[in-house]
């Protein structure tokens, strides 16, 4: 490892609130964090705005799901898969039940003394007897599922969400027989991802389409169709509502939808509870909205007292005087001596690029290209990729073009992943769905006119690979067709990063394997180790750098040997290392949960 390079921390890169399970008990309204370190419940009084009790989980990676039976909140966590309470006196949590073969609890219910968990990836039904304290397994809801995502309890049964092809699943409390009961019409949705119950229906929301459909509990065969496009869901006194483009909607049996709550600008809302009329809903960029008729209240948790955690950063972007850090719903401005400015963004940003001072997001859940004006401090989705993608994976600005390209990875349950070409003059967006036969696209990179992607062989998730081998292919962004095509590596999932210099190619497997490539020819003309596993890549000043969550490398492009410039990281990434270099070639990293900063001071150049 070299000497030379100072490293320089600059703090917290994310320091956030991110939340992803939520209940109301009276005028409160109990949260959880998801990905945020440490992870944390609390409690918000809806009438001082404040939040008076707050507790660490620890050892867990989040939370996921949340209930109150008989005074008391439970939720489930994920990695591991457990089952907590909130205490009754408020002195802190207490752990219930590990599910040692699951790593999710993906959500909670409770009816009659016991609480009800549906897990992942074997999507079984936990059942926890609060006065027994014992756990029992109800069995899987069915052998081809893997995700329990949704669960609702009636006296007698209880009802199964699951994906990721969409299935309603309804299993007897006594028993634990089960039977699929969602209609054949709506199984080409792919996962039911959030049930409510009244007394003569289960209200279910289908994903990717937010389908909201009414089955009859007494004959499942019976159902109406409520709405499309609905982002979450509740029941108030046999009444439905739901969320949907920033409004909150109540639908009547016998009449369109009617908004109660409108104007509520706030990103990924994933809960959502009405009282007599007023609603209240939670969403994951750490804010709590109310809404009685017509008038809004949000709630910013931070400002409530909540305290901030360290998330796990998902990209980085040099610009200017500034260092850009995405998670999840937000960005994170750093600029040396002021305090770290953050805003609300839409979904989550998987990977950055900047255009004239304009920064330009690639994101999931949506697969969107989201443009972020830091100077204007003002965003706004162009577009949403369709075709069945949701997860962005890399972008790319092609000059002689003015054009980005998204590699993307589809849809739960998909197979075949998609390059996406976004114009800017025009806001045009053209798809090459399968560009690489079944397989997504990872990485790309660009030289002069040529267009190279990199693909890795998984899809979406729930999906097994069907290819065996990532590709490398040159690509014609005009006429949407490949040129040449070939194996870099073969004992690898997927090529993590590709970029190019001077008229040659290096790129990096996921497991930290090195290629080099003449395009030309083209042939591989170089092998060997980068790093021990996710990279990414940069170039500058006649060099080549890669990212690593333990180190920083260098390339030399006349040898391609490689020199570890910085390691022993630990950076805590959410996802696929991110490099970014700023104009003096300092190289900005992860530290554990820190930024830093690594340079080669001047005295030394």
């Not at 009282?275 to 931070?302: F, K, P, R, T, Y």
């Not at 079944?438 to 990179?445: L, Y």
């Not at 790129?507 to 060997?528: A, C, I, K």
């Amino acid at each position: 490892m070299e000497e030379r390079f100072r490293i320089t921390s600059l703090g917290r890169a994310a320091p956030t609130i991110s939340i992803s399970a939520s209940c109301r008990v009276g005028d409160a309204v109990h949260v959880g964090t998801r990905s945020v370190h440490p992870t944390r419940v609390a409690a918000l009084d809806l009438a001082s705005a404040t939040t008076d009790a707050q507790h660490e989980v620890p050892g867990v990676g989040g939370i996921r799901g949340m209930v109150e039976h008989d005074g008391v909140v439970y939720f489930g966590t994920y990695h591991p898969a457990s089952l907590y309470r909130i205490d009754p006196d408020g002195a802190g949590v207490t752990e219930l039940a590990t599910f040692d073969d699951e790593t999710f609890v993906w959500d909670v219910a409770a009816v009659d003394g016991c609480v009800y968990a549906g897990t992942y990836p074997n999507a079984t039904v936990r059942e926890y007897d609060v006065e027994a304290e014992k756990a029992r397994s109800l069995g899987r809801a069915r052998e081809d599922i893997d995700y329990a995502r949704s669960i609702v309890a009636s006296e007698d049964t209880i009802y199964m969400g699951v994906g990721t092809k969409a299935q309603l699943v309804a299993v007897d409390r006594e028993s634990g027989a089960k039977r699929s009961i969602l209609p054949a019409e709506l199984t080409d949705e792919n996962t039911a991802y959030e049930l409510a119950l009244t007394d003569d229906e289960v209200i279910v929301r289908l994903t990717p389409d937010g389908t909201l459909c009414a089955i009859d509990r007494d004959d499942p065969s019976s159902f109406r169709l409520v709405d499309e496009g609905v982002s979450t869901v509740a029941v108030d006194a046999e009444t439905v509502y739901g969320f949907k483009n920033g409004t909150v909607l109540q639908y009547g049996a016998d009449r369109g939808p009617e908004p109660i709550g409108s104007g509520i600008d706030n990103f990924e809302p994933f809960w959502l509870s009405v009282d007599d009329g007023a609603a209240v809903g939670a969403s994951s960029d750490g804010s709590v909205w109310s809404s009685g008729v017509g008038d809004v209240e949000v709630i910013d948790l931070a400002d409530a007292g909540m305290s901030r955690g360290a998330e796990r950063p998902q990209s980085a972007l040099a610009l200017d005087d500034a260092v850009y850090v995405t998670s999840h719903g937000k960005i994170h401005r750093h600029r040396d001596g002021d305090a770290v400015e953050t805003r609300s963004v839409p979904g989550e940003g998987k990977a950055m690029v900047a255009v004239d001072g304009t920064i330009y997001l690639a994101t999931y859940p949506d697969a969107s290209v989201v443009e972020y004006d830091p100077k204007r401090d003002e965003r706004r989705t162009l577009a949403t990729i369709g075709e069945t993608q949701n997860r962005s994976r890399t972008i790319h600005y092609d000059e002689g073009r003015d054009a980005l390209y998204v590699g993307t990875r589809p849809d739960y349950g998909h197979i075949g992943g998609a390059v996406a070409a976004f114009d800017r003059e025009t806001g045009d967006v053209r798809v090459h769905r399968d560009v690489v036969e079944k397989q997504s696209v990872s990485s790309i990179a660009r030289d002069g006119a040529d267009v190279y992607l990199g693909s890795e062989i998984q899809g979406g998730l729930g999906t097994e690979p069907v290819a065996s081998t990532p590709r490398l292919v040159s690509w014609d962004p005009e006429t949407f067709e490949t040129g040449w095509e070939l194996v870099p590596v073969e004992e690898t999932a997927g090529i993590d990063d590709i970029v190019a210099h001077d008229g040659t190619l290096y790129g990096v497997t996921v497991d930290g394997e090195l290629f080099v490539v003449d395009p030309d020819v083209p042939e591989v003309v170089h092998r060997g180790t980068a790093t021990d596993g996710w990279t990414t890549l940069a170039t500058h000043e006649g060099a080549v750098y890669g990212l690593s969550t333990e180190a920083v490398i260098r390339i030399d492009p006349r040898t391609y040997d490689v020199t570890t410039v910085v390691d022993g990281l630990d950076g805590q990434w959410y996802g696929n290392p991110r490099i970014t270099v700023g104009d003096e070639g300092e190289i900005y990293a992860l530290s554990g949960y820190d930024l830093v900063r690594v340079e080669e001071p001047s005295s030394f150049k």
